[in-house]
């Protein structure tokens, strides 16, 4: 079955740790998302992907960092540098851009906290 | 700029009643509207979208949305409520010039029996 499948499920930090976040999908889809979600706040926006090799950073970038390198991949760092890190963390693909209105197909999530 | 206005952080219902979630957009171009489904610790599920073709947009597990453009309002509607309908749902709009999309901050709805 195709999908967005995002590991690890749970994920711990240590003060000063880069943590990296997996997000894979077989959907054959350009464009590919990362948001945080805080109780109350809904999505944010972290960074998102268009095509290989190009990335733009969202609303809340500081503190992460993203790759793109193949087009089924677009693994999420968490740098030492974002001090309060502790969130759900969802990624998503679509078709698209969103310019054509496709939807987003999301992963389950990595729930990352702080040690 | 676009936003996304979700009136009531948490709405419960009955069993069999209807559900009404709220939402209203700002966008200065036509959007793109959508409605996502969130169970606890899971990702979100698309409910139905508006793309233009009606105003009246029917989706997955028996729930409708209508744009209202007068009102800048894409409200969520289910004639009457099942348990398993309790979740948070998220009201999002994507307008050109805008790559992804933006959320509204959600409705935790829940059903009693």
């Known amino acids: 079955d195709g999908g967005i499948t995002q590991s690890p499920k749970y994920l711990f930090r240590k003060e000063g740790q880069n943590v990296t976040l997996s997000c894979e999908q077989n959907l054959n889809h350009d464009a590919m998302y990362w948001y945080r979600q805080d109780p109350g706040q809904g999505l944010r926006l972290i960074y998102y992907?268009?095509?290989?090799?190009?990335?733009q950073k969202g609303d809340i970038a500081e503190g992460y960092s993203v790759s793109r390198e193949k087009k089924e991949s677009f693994p999420l760092t968490v740098t030492s540098a974002q001090k309060n890190p502790t969130a759900f963390y969802l990624c998503?693909?679509?078709?698209?851009?969103?310019?054509?209105?496709?939807?987003?197909?999301f992963g389950d999530g990595t729930r990352l906290s702080i040690l | 700029a676009q936003s996304v206005t979700q009136l009531g952080s948490h709405v419960s219902v009955s069993e069999g009643a209807l559900v009404l979630l709220r939402c209203n957009y700002s966008s200065s171009v036509p959007p793109y509207l959508f409605w996502y489904v969130q169970y606890p610790n899971q990702g979100l599920q698309l409910l139905l979208k508006y793309t233009s073709a009606a105003t009246l947009v029917k989706g997955i597990n028996g729930f409708e949305a209508e744009f209202k453009k007068s009102e800048t309002s894409f409200h969520l509607t289910k004639p009457s409520a099942h348990m398993s309908d309790a979740a948070e749902y998220f009201c999002?709009?994507?307008?050109?010039?805008?790559?992804?999309?933006?959320f509204g901050s959600g409705t935790r709805l829940q059903v009693q029996p």
């Open positions: 998503a693909s679509s078709l698209q851009g969103q310019r054509t209105g496709q939807p987003q197909h």
């Open positions: 999002a709009v994507s307008a050109t010039g805008r790559r992804a999309l933006t």
């Open positions: 992907s268009q095509i290989v090799n190009d990335f």
